[in-house]
T-cell receptor, first 115, second 110 residues
Framework: EPEVTQTPSHQVTQMGQEVILRCVPI?????FYWYRQILGQKVEFLVS????????KSEIFDDQFSVERPDGSNFTLKIRSTKLEDSAMYFC?????????????FGEGSRLTVL | DAKTTQPNSMESNEEEPVHLPCNHS???????IHWYRQLPSQGPEYVIH???SNVNNRMASLAIAEDRKSSTLILHRATLRDAAVYYC???????????FGTGTRLQVFP
């Protein structure tokens, strides 16, 4: 069964450092998302991406965050200068074309720990 | 975003049916009712979704009230692997994001 894969599974970084989290969405999917979950809290929407553009973003997704689809298979989330409060599990998700109301497929997540 | 209300937790025994309720009294005409679940240490997983009619798939059934102000996710025979947090989410047709609440933590006992 096709799946969304994410790397790294866990990254530890120092405050102020740049971090890039990588995702390989399901191959024929065209809609991509990042969500995050701080330990013990709700899953929160960060950003949605389609046709090489951000289609929606939340208030969390400020200028420190960016997304990119550099090569047609990877979808990345960059945090320019990490803060302690960025420590969370980050989930990538993707959706197929023509399923506007349908399911998102989530990866297993990348745990980011900022020290 | 339209809000849903779910019990914090529920319990079931293995091989018994489970009915997970969700209230969404402020649902609008363009809101689809989605259910996702999150197993321990994993990402959310799609379960089922519907608009007005009841829906069945290999994982579960979704029963939607006639006035659409509530719905029930039905697991026909709970297994230990069904222990998870179940999220009832209203997704507006005009937006592409899911707003997760706190969900219902389902415990399944052998």
């Amino acid at each position: 069964e096709p799946e969304v894969t994410q790397t790294p599974s866990h990254q530890v970084t120092q405050m102020g450092q740049e971090v890039i989290l990588r995702c390989v969405p399901i191959s024929n999917h065209l809609y991509f998302y990042w969500y995050r979950q701080i330990l013990g809290q709700k899953v929160e929407f960060l950003v949605s991406f389609y046709n090489n553009e951000i289609s929606e973003k939340s208030e969390i997704f400020d200028d420190q965050f960016s997304v990119e689809r550099p090569d047609g298979s990877n979808f990345t989330l960059k945090i320019r200068s990490t803060k302690l409060e960025d420590s969370a599990m980050y989930f990538c998700a993707s959706r197929a074309q023509g399923t506007a109301t349908g399911e998102l497929f989530f990866g297993e997540g990348s745990r980011l720990t900022v020290l | 975003d339209a809000k849903t209300t779910q019990p914090n937790s529920m319990e079931s025994n293995e091989e018994e049916p489970v009915h997970l309720p969700c209230n969404h009294s402020t649902i609008s005409g363009t809101d689809y009712i989605h259910w996702y679940r999150q197993l321990p240490s994993q990402g959310p997983e799609y379960v089922i979704h519907g608009l007005t009619s009841n829906v069945n798939n290999r994982m579960a059934s979704l029963a939607i009230a006639e006035d659409r102000k509530s719905s029930t996710l039905i697991l026909h025979r709970a297994t230990l692997r069904d222990a998870a947090v179940y999220y009832c989410i209203l997704r507006d047709y005009n937006t592409d994001k899911l707003i997760f609440g706190t969900g219902t933590r389902l415990q399944v006992f052998p």
